[in-house]
């Protein structure tokens, strides 16, 4: 099992930009695909950006493409969201999700992931 902790969330306005960031407990985290997920107050939760372990596949939710880009660093064992553009629709917690694979993928739903992080609020305001 691998901990996971985001940082980097917070109050913006809308325009704004921020970046994510997910550090994992792993020194294999090359071993990991990574994904990011959001929950506003009131629905349920949804997918945003998720990348293969080795960084070569990506997937965006269609309300994210264009503004957002995940990324990451395997020798930090962090994986990262950089949010541009930011809507007041972007307000929610997001968290971070890893699951341990060998196959080059990136997943794009949540019961695929076997670990979670305990997510960062982030409020953008219009």
């Known amino acids: 099992q691998v901990q996971l902790v985001e940082s980097g969330g917070g109050l913006v306005q809308a325009g704004d930009s921020l970046r994510l960031s997910c550090a994992a407990s792993?020194?294999?985290?090359?071993?990991?695909?990574a994904g990011w997920f959001r929950q506003a107050p009131g629905k349920e939760r949804e997918f945003v950006a998720a990348?293969?372990?080795?960084?070569?596949?990506?997937y965006y939710a269609d309300s994210v493409k264009g503004r957002f880009t995940i990324s990451r660093a395997n020798a930090k064992s962090t994986v990262y969201l950089q949010m541009n553009s930011l809507k007041s629709e972007d307000t929610a917690v997001y968290y971070c999700?890893?699951?341990?694979?060998?196959?080059?993928?990136?997943?794009?739903?949540?019961?695929?992931?076997?670990?979670w992080g305990q997510g960062t609020q982030v409020t953008v305001s219009s």
């Open positions: 999700a890893a699951k341990l694979t060998s196959r080059s993928y990136a997943y794009t739903e949540g019961y695929e992931y076997d670990d």
């Open positions: 792993v020194r294999t985290f090359s071993s990991y695909a």
């Open positions: 990348i293969s372990w080795g960084g070569a596949i990506t």
